[in-house]
């Protein structure tokens, strides 16, 4: 699968430092995968360590789920 300049562009934004030191990932998903890629989120950025969590989320027409994840950039 090949990803055109402004793909990419967009998935940079959606995946930036803000200045409170947290990386956030925003994705727009079917209800079901949405509840499985925060789980994997959370499972490779455990809360004890990253203070990962959903930041926010909202249901979008159709059904599908908006959500954005934050963690800290470094365990340390």
């Known amino acids: 699968m090949s990803f055109r300049p402004r793909d990419l562009a ?4 959606r995946r930036a430092s803000a200045p409170d030191g ?5 994705f727009s998903l079917p209800r079901e995968e949405a509840r499985a890629r925060a789980r994997a989120f959370l499972k490779s ?6 203070m990962s969590e959903v930041e926010r989320w909202r249901e979008l ?5 908006e959500f954005t ?6 365990a340390d």
């Open 45 to 50: 950025y455990p809360k004890a360590a990253y």
């Open 61 to 65: 027409p159709g059904g599908a789920i």
């Open 22 to 26: 947290f990386v956030r990932e925003t």
């Open 10 to 13: 967009g998935r940079m934004a």
């Open 69 to 74: 994840m934050h963690r800290l950039g470094t």
